[in-house]
DNA sequence: CTGAAAGCGCTAACAA
DNA sequence: TTGTTAGCGCTTTCAG
């Protein structure tokens, strides 16, 4: 019950038997029904309001057909790119009528499984950003509606949505590669335990560099902690190596900026001496010195997206794949 | 029901029957509960798994304590300050076994009545930022746990968080003219329909720079929209209408480093023709360039103060207001 | 270990 | 216009 705390709830029968009426009079008057005296209503909303009644959820729920809850998993609100996925599910849901239940996983891996039973008991349809196998079997196997996004390992009963980083990596190097750039280093997320896996940034720039004649092995790719900071450590540590790169391409532009900033602090000049690439396109990119080159992915589409297929597996669709195609923007910073 | 769309929700009685046991048998399987056969366990479980059986949430809450929903009104989560104050509410949420559901008013003032009404329906306490004072007494009304946030408008029924804009001002206005500066000019938030109103960025800027002898008055004031772009524009009037100011006070970060910004692109050297503050302490204001002064705000502790006090309304206590203090962080726009 | 009965708070349908 | 009856789907007694 709405955690009342204290002694137990105040029912649409403690109402009525309060104003002296039927409790379906009660639920007239709080509903807003035509078929009632307007004197009645009137007095019978007094007696509610002065005795704190708030209809229960629950029950109504159960009578009429309810709200659908969409319960959307993200890894930490504060990471500038989850706001923008968060607002298109909003929009998405706010057209179609649902409530929107946010959870974090804090970019915890071993907190997926708590954040995952919850959301299986409390929503009716789920989008996440999961990565832990057995939290999103967890989701599978409720039968929920279940969209799951950003993860190459996706189970093919699970529909998803991720963004086509096969052709992102190759406008990315391509750029790069015209610009000149032969030593490319590539600042890894560390923190996502498919590294190196097929399908990922850190493969697929691996692959791609070699397609395109490129020196790059795993020894070029630094892993870093998903933030600033991460990205800047990261940076140390490709200067540090004496890896001697012209150009450095980052898994997001969290990393990136942070790599760069740290570069500049240490006296590399951008891009002259360095170059430097983020993933995503955050609003960020454009506002930081040098504005920077950038993965442009459109976040908010992701999220729209993804609703709409909670949607369709809601009217019985099978499982599905959204793909969004990157567009690369080049600005000072390469 | 968690809109099946198709046909007749699938019942515990359904898969009792249909795994020849008693609804309790299933109940006690899918709960987890000690009590029953193993091999019992096992095979009710397969059953409903395979029917697609979901236990109503409703139905479930009917009975036991059911989970409490906390409505999270903000007016938009790509503003970079709410993710800040939404962090805060998570976590502070989480501590607690609450679940958060987040709205957005776009900062559409005309929607406000609309989220509150949702709200009013399907939560169990809310958090707002809100404006429009039909929404407020709406949510007032409806008896519920609530904390009103950066209103300075509130109801005196009402809980509240704000922060303390009248030490802010004097930190800021304090430092620019210890910075020698006289003519300042502000960019307010012109989506705000307080503007002006005692307690207001707007109206404690004016009091505090008479405070400080500084020859302010309304036509020192300019209206932006809340946003880079809105920023900008108003930078535009501040340099065309000849005022010669040499400091710009924005209502947020937002406002300010698109400000800052389009004066750059104009000629304007900053901070040397024109010094620039904001409001908020956005991690953003850190990385522009040049890096904003600006009156940082423990956003996150606002968020998590607001859920304290809903918390303590609901065992009770009376209404409350939380103030936060914000610190000047002065960087290399002033 | 399993089943039967009772009731959570509400609204739709019907009766008065 | 108002009241009565019947459930919604589930878990908690209490029997077996």
Redesign the pocket.
């Known amino acids: 019950?709405p955690a009342n705390g204290r002694s137990?709830?105040?029912?649409?029968?403690?109402?009525?038997r309060s104003a002296?009426?039927?409790?379906?009079?009660?639920?007239?008057a709080?509903?807003d029904?035509?078929?009632?005296?307007?004197?009645?209503?009137q007095r019978v909303l007094l007696v509610a309001q002065s005795m704190g009644?708030?209809?229960?959820r629950?029950?109504?729920g159960?009578?009429?057909p309810g709200l659908t809850t969409l319960g959307l998993v993200i890894a930490d609100v504060l990471n500038p790119f989850f706001p923008e996925v968060v607002s298109g599910v909003l929009a998405a849901a706010d057209e179609r009528g649902w409530q929107v239940a946010v959870y974090s996983t804090g970019s915890a891996l071993e907190r997926e499984t708590a954040v995952a039973e919850t959301v299986v008991n409390h929503v009716d349809a789920c989008i996440a950003f999961l990565l832990d196998p057995g939290a999103i079997e967890l989701i599978r196997r409720s039968g929920m509606p279940f969209v799951l996004l950003d993860n190459e390992h996706r189970p093919p009963a699970v529909s998803g949505g991720r963004i086509d980083f096969a052709s992102g990596m190759r406008q990315v190097v391509g750029h790069l590669a015209e610009r000149g750039h032969r030593r490319i280093a590539m600042l890894d997320d560390r923190g996502r335990p498919d590294a190196g896996d097929r399908g990922t940034r850190h493969s697929l720039f691996l692959g791609t560099a070699a397609e395109l004649g490129l020196p790059a092995d795993e020894s070029w790719v630094f892993p870093a902690a998903n933030s600033l900071d991460g990205g800047a450590a990261a940076m140390d540590d490709v200067l540090d190596t004496g890896f001697g790169a012209t150009a450095v391409l980052a898994y997001n532009d969290l990393i990136a900026i942070g790599a760069m900033r740290r570069a500049r602090d240490r006296g590399v000049r951008v891009p002259e001496d360095c170059a430097f690439v983020g993933c995503d396109g955050l609003t960020l990119s454009r506002l930081v010195d040098p504005p920077l080159t950038t993965l442009t992915v459109d976040k908010e589409l992701l999220g729209r997206a993804a609703v709409r297929q909670v949607a369709a597996q809601m009217t019985g669709a099978g499982t599905g794949e959204t793909v969004i195609e990157p567009r690369l923007v080049v600005r000072a910073s390469s």
């Open positions: 019950m137990r709830r105040i029912t649409i029968d403690d109402v009525a002296g009426v039927s409790r379906q009079t009660v639920s007239r709080v509903n029904k035509p078929e009632i005296d307007p004197a009645t209503r009644y708030r209809p229960s629950f029950a109504r159960m009578v009429g």
